[in-house]
């Protein structure tokens, strides 16, 4: 039996944890008739339920959710509700996707990306070092920033490179030590260039992509990825199915 008292799929003897990072500011209530906000809630249900519908996926992924606005928040689901990042427990947050059934999000406001980075790396670090001590083939976390703005400090004040300097560093050097990947997708107006300080080679513009896809698309390149790929590797595979994706879009237009 695994530790969360139920069998694993046959020949599922490996866990890949996922964290989600998910930007809930207050421009995620725009445009007021359909809002960026509504369109991540129906995205996110529909997207856990085709992994649920996957039996490899199903025991093999252990999801992680966390928010950003004012404040940086934890999804508990054993608690059905999100909690401040301080009282988060690796070993409760992390989640088959079976029991991990997300809340309704709403949008209100600053961006606070560099903190709830920074609590992502310390919780994905955690879960993976305590799953080796139990002797569970693991594979790195991925970390996976969707954000429609810009980030904000605690003030509500526009961050530059220079704030983000040491957020930025300690994301190369988790992803040097293998202990993660991060990759940060922008959507609709988000600063790519403040995204590729955070994230030099994983960092993305998504413009016009339903949000349902885009977990599509990050989950395909991390099914499709080694366990001992180096992350600047993981990063070129990304943007080549990224572009694989707009290549056929624009095709599909073109033949409309």
């Known amino acids: 039996m ?3 008292g139920f069998g694993l799929a046959e020949g599922c003897d490996e866990r890949q944890p996922v964290v989600l990072l998910l930007d809930t500011s207050q421009s995620m209530g725009r445009p007021a008739g359909n809002p960026r906000i509504d369109e991540l809630n129906e ?4 997207w856990f339920a ?36 301080e009282e988060a427990d690796p070993d409760r947050i992390f989640v088959p996707v079976d029991r991990m059934h997300p809340p309704r999000l709403e949008a209100s406001g600053l961006t606070r990306m560099s903190e709830a980075v920074e609590s ?26 969707l954000t429609d703005g810009a980030p904000s400090d605690v003030n509500g004040e526009p961050m530059d490179a220079a704030a983000l300097a040491g957020t930025a560093r300690k994301v190369r050097l988790g992803e040097e030590r293998g202990e993660c990947v991060l990759q940060a997708i922008g959507v609709r107006g988000a600063d790519l ?16 992509l339903p949000f349902e896809k885009i977990l ?5 390149s991390s099914d499709r ?17 990224v572009d694989q994706e707009r290549r056929m879009r624009l095709l599909e237009e073109k033949f409309r």
């Open 2 to 4: 695994s530790e969360y």
């Open 43 to 46: 995205a996110l249900a529909g």
């Open 50 to 85: 085709g992994v649920r519908a996957e039996p490899r996926l199903r025991a093999r992924v252990e999801v992680c959710l966390i928010t950003f606005d004012s404040r940086v928040r934890v999804f508990d689901p054993g608690r059905e509700r999100l909690v401040p990042v």
């Open 120 to 145: 992502a790396l310390d919780l994905a670090r955690a879960r993976h070092r305590a799953l080796q001590a139990r002797q569970v083939q693991v594979r790195r976390p991925f970390l996976w920033v």
């Open 193 to 208: 260039e403040l995204l590729r300080v955070l994230a030099p080679k994983g960092a993305l513009m998504l413009e016009g």
């Open 216 to 220: 599509d698309l990050l989950f395909q």
């Open 225 to 241: 990825i080694g366990a001992v790929q180096a992350a600047d590797e993981i990063h070129v595979q990304t943007a080549h199915l």
